[in-house]
């Protein structure tokens, strides 16, 4: 059986843009119809299979018996036929568990892959699926299909891996479930590196790309497509009808970097950044939904090169600014290297809805560098809304190369492009709106249906209420009992802590009588080591760090880069952490090299004599764009008598990939903060800080070092109590 077919056609426009709409590869379905003389070949361990996959004849199935494959280096490099491939498939889809250091590799012709499930693991390769067995080897006509990936990460979050690449020509990769990836590398990449790579007709459809957590850095695309060495050569890639649920790795959900590719009929929920046509041209985006729920850095397509196409496309309650609109023209270099910014030219942007969105960039990244604008592009027959008053357009540079044409809007766009507008009230404006657009895929259509699709509910719920009484090692016990969700209830009284706990779930730990908090003291330099999904949230809890030895690295929470590469999230409400001062540098938060939190955030908290830095996340000092924290936020609280900065964050490089670091800072109150001569915080390469209706005295300024980017800094309201302070903030521009 082939799936359909269709000839090759070439779909051409006004203005001359012409795409090539790609011929789909033919490939078996997974459970073909065969003749009676195939064979079932049931298997059951690693030396039964190779022996099958090494002598497998077409029309062959493979049938893996369900259990877990531990360690399974797996392999299939054989021939089968459109008609008759050769299949490896689970016994019962989903039932078949590859773990620990497992991987597949295809290469050949018309392989048919189901029903896999990767997890409690990580490849040990570059890749966990690799459609080629190695570089002269690489597969065509294949397929997988209704395999899961799921938080499959290296342990160690900058060693770099790809959990899916591409190779080959003719492929599809539809159903499939990838959900979760923490570390360095393109959640899935198709590599166009040899030539029999290029012109590659695959197909990536109807698959579940499942939440990536801010990975911190560069390197957290959830797709690539190319590189920039391979950008100017034609790729061919149809990504269809997919679903990206929370795809936040970084500034790029898709990075485009090759020619020829179609995306058509996706969604986009809740994902931060933009599909990105980065490098390479002739690229079709149409028919997709971007829907950014409100969600904070959400965006829709980033266009850059020569003849990209934009159109019929739903861009709804998207928040992004700047590289993260909802539409974004860039400039380019002048004579660009392949690695930088190529003008755009001849880009069509037609019949799109933008439906309450912040922003359209246009002429986006204009500076010293990329000063050539958009030429000999149009803007056309477009409705847009903006989410406020105003009209959503910034403008960055000379647009007298966009032509805008019969479009629709609800507040004066910018004077120069309004000749291109026709303005009506917001009411009038939304009857034009499609009515039961069916753009974009349900998420139900996507992945594999016998694998659930991750809730939305907060890392902190779903588990049991757990009363702890007070006595020695209480609170250490039940957290290293603890189940993920769990809410350990403490009675008052006081627990010291002999051991440090290695929290590798998220569990919140509360007091029972919020008017007679217990009282934790520890006997190590640290007492909570987050590692995992380790996440901790605090309510109404005192602690002393009077029974910690005098160490250095002493804090109360930390990381370590061992053991899970985890995003951590840090809450501490209604707190009183005192005496933290048995040696010069004693810390309450604090982050490992390596390691990252999405959110630390601490409300109602009092905070007195503590040595070093309240919050330590200054270790990532490579300057490649990595950073601690994502989500920095202190509000409603006090600090006194505080040796070091309340917060030390560090994000060097000139990196322009990330939204973060944010740090939130008000409604607080600072008394002698930086006693060891310190600024009140160190803030490096932060991206987005609000300092406002805080008091602050006996205190030096907080400290911004600017490196890249355009920061978003917001200071007011602040009350500085000695008049002879000269600031709350001092700015130091390394751009
Ligand atoms: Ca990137």
């Keep these: 059986m082939r799936l359909g077919l269709i000839n090759a056609t070439v779909i051409c426009f006004a203005l001359g843009a012409c795409q090539a709409v790609p011929a789909l590869p033919e490939v078996s379905e997974a459970t073909p119809q065969r003749p009676h003389s195939h064979r079932v070949i049931p298997v059951s361990n690693q030396e039964d299979y190779f022996n099958a996959a090494t002598n497998a004849q077409p029309g062959d199935q493979i049938v893996l018996q369900n259990g877990v494959w531990r ?120 590599r166009l590196n040899t030539e029999d790579s290029q012109n590659n007709n695959h197909v990536i459809r109807n698959n579940y790309f499942g939440p990536r957590p801010v990975f911190g850095s560069n390197g957290g695309e959830t797709l690539r497509i190319g590189t920039s060495h391979y950008s100017l050569t034609h790729s061919g890639t149809l990504v269809e009808n997919n679903y990206f649920d929370r795809c936040s790795g970084e500034v790029e959900i898709i990075s485009n970097k090759s020619g020829g590719n179609t995306y058509r009929g996706n969604t986009f929920f809740r994902s931060r950044g933009t599909l990105t ?59 660009s290297p392949i690695n930088r910014y190529h003008q755009v030219d001849g880009a069509i942007i037609e019949n799109n ?84 657009h069916s753009l974009g ?25 757990i009363e702890v009484v007070a006595s020695p090692d209480a609170l250490g016990t039940a957290l290293a009992r603890a189940k993920a969700g769990d809410t350990l209830v403490l009675t008052s009284g006081q627990y010291r802590e002999s051991k440090l706990v290695n929290l590798q779930v998220p569990v919140t730990v509360e007091a029972a009588d919020p008017d007679n908090p217990p009282v934790i003291t520890f006997e ?47 809450e501490l409400a209604d707190m009183s952490f005192t005496g933290f001062d048995v040696n010069k540098g004693f810390s309450v938060v604090s982050a490992a090299k390596g390691t990252f939190y999405d959110r630390i955030k601490i409300s109602g908290s009092h905070f007195s004599d503590i040595s070093g830095t309240v919050i330590k996340l200054d270790t990532e000092t490579d300057d490649y764009g990595i950073y601690n924290a994502e989500y920095v936020i202190i509000e409603d609280s006090s600090f006194e008598r505080i040796g070091g900065p309340v917060a030390a964050v560090y994000r060097g490089g000139r990196d322009e990939s990330t939204f973060g670091p944010h740090v939130w800072v008000s409604d607080s109150k600072f008394d002698d903060v930086g006693l060891r001569g310190g600024p009140l915080m160190e803030l490096h390469g932060v991206q987005n800080l609000k300092i406002s209706g805080n008091q602050i005295a006996n205190a030096k300024p907080a400290q911004l070092t600017i490196t890249t980017g355009n920061p978003e800094v917001a200071v007011s309201g602040n009350t500085l109590m000695d008049p002879s302070a000269a600031a709350v903030l001092t700015t130091v521009d390394l751009r």
């Design 71 to 190: 360690d399974f280096d797996m392999l299939l490099d054989a021939e089968g036929t459109i008609e008759t491939p050769i299949t490896v498939s689970a016994e019962t889809p989903g039932k078949v568990i590859l773990s620990g250091q497992s991987s597949l590799r295809l290469a050949g012709k018309h392989l048919v892959i189901s029903g896999l499930v990767f997890r409690e693991g990580y490849t040990p390769r570059t890749e966990v699926i690799s459609f080629r067995r190695d570089n002269d080897n690489l597969a065509y006509n294949s397929r997988v299909t209704e395999t899961v990936i799921e938080n499959y990460s290296n342990p160690t979050r900058a060693q770099r891996d790809i959990w899916v690449a591409m190779y080959g020509q003719n492929n599809v990769f539809d159903h499939n479930h990838l959900s979760g990836k923490l570390n360095s590398g393109p959640t899935m990449a198709v």
């Design 277 to 335: 046509l980065r490098h390479g041209n002739d690229t079709l985006v149409e028919n997709n939904l971007f829907d950014g729920d409100g969600a904070p850095y959400t965006g829709g397509v980033r266009v850059i090169n020569a003849r990209q196409t934009v159109r019929n496309n739903y861009f709804k309650d998207l928040t992004g600014e700047r590289f993260s609109g909802a539409l974004v023209v860039m400039n380019g270099v002048p004579n």
């Design 353 to 436: 809805v933008f439906d309450t969105v912040r922003r359209i960039e246009l002429a986006e990244g204009s500076d010293a560098e990329r000063t050539a604008v958009p030429v000999n592009s149009i803007f056309r027959s477009n409705i847009v809304i903006g989410e406020g008053s105003d009209a959503p357009f910034r403008i960055q540079d000379d647009l007298s190369g966009i032509t805008f044409e019969d479009n629709v809007t609800t507040a004066a766009p910018p004077s120069e492009i309004a000749y291109g507008f026709e303005v009506l009230p917001a009411v009038t404006a939304k009857t034009r709106l499609p009515v039961g």
């Design 441 to 465: 895929v349900q998420r139900t259509e996507t992945g594999a249906d016998w694998y659930p699709k991750p809730s939305v509910s907060s890392t902190f719920d779903g588990g049991e209420r």
């Design 524 to 570: 190590r330099p640290n007492f909570v080591q987050l590692s995992g999904k380790g996440s901790l949230r605090m309510q109404g809890v005192s602690v002393s760090g009077a029974a910690s030895p005098d160490a250095s690295g002493n804090s109360f929470i930390f990381t370590t880069s061992m053991g899970g590469s985890g995003n951590h999230t840090v």
